[in-house]
């Protein structure tokens, strides 16, 4: 059973470019999270989707990101534009339901680097 | 906004000590997950700790939830290098299903 898989695992854009970061939930896992760390900090909570919906985007910026989770394929998060202050590790982690007992599992990161 | 204070931050400890990691909030989490987080990797989770006053052990490590649920320690007895690594104790907030993490425990063991 395959975990949280995410790719690129490494990413080097030049400032204004678009990063697009992927995300492949555990099977059976509908639920996923995308989450940031930046240097010497903790992570912290961007979006969280279900199939075809977001349902909480409180942690993520209102301009340059979105993110989607289609019907089929994995899940994305998109950075347009690209600043120096992007760079920083993105995790993304999946759970099988909802409520505060659901463990999530994560995936080995993304991490981007801006120029 | 429910938060999660690790400490202590930082630990040096040689091989055989023992150590313990705490986990504070000053509210009440319904659970709180600890994970191990090694350089260039994504979090791996631990344990799960859901019933007030719960322990749970894992080989070495000891995990124990407050009987309030609002903090939660991390034990590990004769700590080896492989235990080194980033520490993080998470929950869920009352509202919503994300996790808010603690700051984390950066832990070297010294052979």
């Known amino acids: 059973n395959a975990g949280v898989m995410q790719n690129p695992r490494h990413l080097v854009r030049r400032r204004g470019q678009e990063a697009r970061l992927r995300c492949s939930p555990m099977k059976g896992h509908s639920h996923v999270y995308w989450y940031r760390q930046l240097p010497e900090e903790g992570l912290k909570f961007m979006v969280y989707l279900q199939k075809e919906n977001i349902i909480d985007e409180s942690g993520m910026p209102k301009e340059r990101f979105s993110a989607e989770f289609p019907k089929e394929g994995p899940s994305i998060l998109r950075i347009q534009q690209v600043v120096r202050g992007d760079s920083a590790a993105y995790f993304c982690?999946?759970?099988?339901?909802?409520?505060?007992?659901?463990?999530?599992?994560f995936g080995p990161g993304t991490r981007l680097t801006v120029l | 906004t429910q938060l999660l204070e690790q400490s202590p931050q930082f630990l040096s400890i040689q091989e055989g000590e023992n150590l313990t990691v705490y986990c504070n909030s000053s509210?009440?989490?319904?659970?709180l997950q600890w994970y191990r987080q090694e350089p260039g990797e994504g979090p791996v989770l631990l344990v799960t700790v859901v019933t007030g006053g719960e322990v749970k052990k894992l080989k070495r490590l000891t995990f124990q939830f407050g009987d309030a649920r609002k903090d939660s320690s991390l034990h590990i007895t004769a700590a080896q290098p492989g235990d080194t690594g980033l520490y993080l104790c998470?929950?869920?907030?009352?509202?919503?299903?994300?996790?808010?993490f603690g700051g984390g425990t950066r832990l070297m063991v010294k052979p």
């Open positions: 998470a929950g869920p907030p009352s509202a919503g299903n994300m996790l808010t």
């Open positions: 982690a999946s759970s099988l339901g909802t409520g505060g007992n659901n463990e999530q599992f």
């Open positions: 509210s009440v989490f319904s659970s």
